[in-house]
């Protein structure tokens, strides 16, 4: 199993970036995967998920309306569409998959979460 993030980046305040999360050695459509980020000085915050087949998402309070998770299972890849970008959204973004749940049902936990990438960095300049 692995999961390779990319997509982070330096942008300005207002701005996008979209982040990519490839898995390999299984179908991430299957499962539920979710999106952290860690922030220096701060717990790992998990600010979005998605239920196997995007049945469900979840969204943090603090993204919603402004971050949208989505897959490609042709690709086996989940992506993390961030608009409207703020300076407090600056830190390192993980994907990491449940093996054990198909389901996203509220904000995802660390602990549920086995198997993880090696992050990527998203810093939002003001």
């Known amino acids: 199993v692995r999961l390779v993030e990319s997509g982070g980046g330096m942008v300005q305040t207002g701005g996008s970036l979209r982040l990519s999360c490839a898995a390999s050695?299984?179908?991430?459509?299957?499962?539920?995967i979710g999106w952290f980020r860690h922030a220096p000085g701060k717990e790992r915050e998990g600010v979005s998920c998605?239920?196997?087949?995007?049945?469900?998402?979840y969204y943090a309070d603090s993204v919603k309306g402004r971050f949208t998770i989505s897959r490609d299972k042709f690709k086996n890849t989940v992506f993390l569409e961030m608009n409207s970008l703020k300076p407090e959204d600056t830190a390192v973004y993980y994907c990491?998959?449940?093996?054990?749940?198909?389901?996203?049902?509220?904000?995802?936990?660390?602990?549920?979460?086995?198997?993880w990438g090696q992050g990527t960095q998203v810093t939002v300049s003001s």
């Open positions: 990491a998959a449940n093996l054990m749940r198909r389901r996203c049902s509220g904000p995802p936990l660390k602990y549920e979460y086995s198997y």
């Open positions: 050695g299984f179908t991430s459509d299957d499962y539920a």
């Open positions: 998605a239920s196997a087949s995007d049945s469900s998402t």
